[in-house]
C-alpha cells in the first residue's frame, strides 16, 4: 500500500507517532479503524509517552 | 508531497532520540561529529554536481532548479570547517578526523545522491535537503545536548550556527518547492530521496552508538 492511499486521519497518525515504516499487514488493519478508533489509538500513544515522564522524541540533522 | 516527506523522517527520529538519550553520550559525540563532518563535507561537491547536471538537461524544471542550486551552494560554504574547529575543542585534531575512511553508510548515504544526480535526474537531490535541512537543532536541544555531554558551549558553534541559518535555508527551499513545475515522477523521485537519505543517516547514526 502506498502512502497516497492512505486516509487523511490514518496519514496524520503515523505523522504524530512519528512511523514511518509499517509492515504491509499493519497498515491494512489500521486503514480498516475509523477516524473514532485511530483518534483512540493515538491517545493511548500519548498516555504512553506521559507515563515515560520526559522522554521525548527529537529528530535533527545539520547540513 | 509534503506529507509524505514529512513522514519519511521516522527513522531518524528513532536514531537522533537513542543517541540524545545514550547513557555515554559525552563518549559518543565525538563520534557523532566526525560522522556529521564526513557527511557535511560531501554537501557542497554534491550540490555542485547536482548545479552541473541540470545545466547540462533542458526540461522546464532546470532554469529554476539550477537557480535554487547555486544559491544553496552559497548557503552550505565552509560548514564543514566551522564543525572541524569544534571538533578540535573536543581534543580531536582536524588531520585525525579527515584521515578517517567514512564507513560504507556515508559512502550510500551521499553516493545515493551522486547516482539520482547523474544517472536519473537532480530534481531528487531536494529530498536529501529537505530531510538534511528540514530539522535543524533548536536552541533547547543544544542546552541538553550541553548538560549531557559536559563539553562547552564552545563546542557547538556549528549546531547553533545551523539553529539560526537552517530554519531560513528551509523556508528557501519550501519557497523552490512551490514554485518549481513539479511532475508526479519528480515528487516521488524527492520523497524516495528524502525515504533513503532518512534511513541511511540513521543507519550511519545507530552504528555508533
Redesign the interface.
Known amino acids: 500500500m502506498h502512502h497516497k492511499d492512505l486516509p487523511d486521519y490514518v496519514a496524520a497518525y503515523l505523522l504524530e507517532r512519528a512511523i514511518a515504516h509499517l509492515p504491509e499487514e499493519v497498515l491494512e488493519v489500521l486503514v480498516t479503524l475509523s477516524p473514532e478508533q485511530i483518534e483512540g489509538l493515538a491517545k493511548v500513544g500519548r498516555a504512553f509517552d506521559e507515563a515515560g515522564q520526559d522522554r521525548h522524541l527529537v529528530t535533527f540533522s545539520i547540513h | 508531497m509534503r506529507?509524505?516527506l514529512?513522514?519519511?523522517?521516522?527513522?531518524?527520529?528513532?536514531a537522533?532520540?537513542a543517541l540524545?538519550?545514550h547513557p555515554r553520550l559525552r563518549e559518543v559525540w565525538p563520534e557523532y561529529l566526525v560522522l556529521?563532518h564526513q557527511i557535511?563535507r560531501a554537501?557542497v561537491p554534491l550540490t555542485r554536481a547536482a548545479l552541473e547536471r541540470t545545466r547540462e538537461l533542458s526540461d522546464p524544471l532546470c532554469k529554476p532548479l539550477a537557480e535554487y542550486l547555486e544559491e544553496h551552494v552559497d548557503e552550505?560554504l565552509d560548514?564543514d570547517e566551522g564543525l572541524l574547529d569544534d571538533l578540535e575543542l573536543l581534543g580531536l585534531p582536524p588531520e585525525s578526523v579527515v584521515a578517517r575512511m567514512p564507513p560504507p553508510t556515508v559512502a550510500a548515504l551521499v553516493g545515493a545522491q551522486y547516482y539520482w544526480i547523474h544517472h536519473h535526474h537532480p530534481v531528487a537531490f531536494l529530498g536529501y535537503?529537505a530531510?538534511?535541512?528540514?530539522?535543524?537543532?533548536?536552541a533547547e536541544?543544544i542546552e541538553t545536548l550541553a548538560a549531557r555531554t559536559g563539553y562547552p558551549k564552545e563546542s557547538f558553534r556549528?549546531?547553533s550556527q545551523?539553529a539560526e541559518l537552517?530554519p531560513g535555508?528551509r523556508d528557501h527551499l519550501d519557497e523552490t518547492l512551490n514554485a518549481l513545475p513539479l511532475g508526479e515522477p519528480d515528487e516521488s523521485a524527492i520523497v524516495e530521496s528524502a525515504?533513503t537519505t532518512?534511513v541511511l543517516?540513521a543507519r550511519a547514526v545507530s552504528e555508533i552508538l
Open positions: 506529507r509524505q514529512a513522514a519519511a523522517v521516522g527513522p531518524l527520529t528513532t537522533c532520540t540524545v538519550e556529521q557535511i554537501t552550505e560548514h535537503v530531510l538534511m535541512e528540514g530539522y535543524p537543532p533548536t536541544l556549528t549546531f545551523h537552517d535555508h525515504r532518512a543517516a
